[in-house]
Nanobody, 114 residues
Framework: VQLVESGGGLVQPGGSLRLSCTAS????????MGWYRQAPGKQRELVAT???????IYADSVKGRFTISRDNAKNTVNLQMNSLKSEDTAVYYC?????????WGQGTQVTVSS
C-alpha cells in the first residue's frame, strides 16, 4: 500500500488547512486510520483516528479544532484543521493505527507562523 499525503503549507495562526491522504489498495476501508505528526526534535504522535465505521477519536491537543473524515470509496482520509496554532507546526502523515503500519509516506509539511 502506498500512502500519499497532501494539502500542507504555510498558514498564519488562527488559519485553516485541509490535509488529504490517498491510499492504494483495496483493503483500506477495513482499517482504522489515523493522522500523525512529527515536529522537529520530537517523536511522531497520533493526533486523530477514524475507525472503519467512521468514528473519530482525537488527541486532547487538537480536540475541537481538527476534524478527521474518510471516503472509503475513494480510499482517502482527510484532516480539516482549524484555529491552527504555532505548536501544530509539523510534518503530518497518515497510516494505520492498529497492527503493522504501512510504509510511511513522505508526509506533508504544515507550518503555522505569522
Amino acid at each position: 500500500v502506498q500512502l500519499v499525503e497532501s494539502g500542507g503549507g504555510l498558514v498564519q495562526p488562527g488559519g485553516s488547512l485541509r490535509l488529504s491522504c490517498t491510499a492504494s489498495g483495496s483493503i483500506f476501508s477495513m482499517n482504522t486510520m489515523g493522522w500523525y505528526r512529527q515536529a522537529p526534535g520530537k517523536q511522531r504522535e497520533l493526533v486523530a483516528t477514524i475507525t472503519s465505521g467512521g468514528m473519530p477519536i482525537y488527541a486532547d491537543s487538537v480536540k475541537g479544532r481538527f476534524t478527521i473524515s474518510r471516503d472509503n470509496a475513494k480510499n482517502t482520509v482527510n484532516l480539516q484543521m482549524n484555529s491552527l496554532k504555532s505548536e501544530d507546526t509539523a510534518v503530518y502523515y497518515c497510516n494505520k493505527v492498529t497492527g503493522l503500519r504501512y510504509t510511511w509516506g513522505q508526509g506533508t509539511q504544515v507550518t503555522v507562523s505569522s
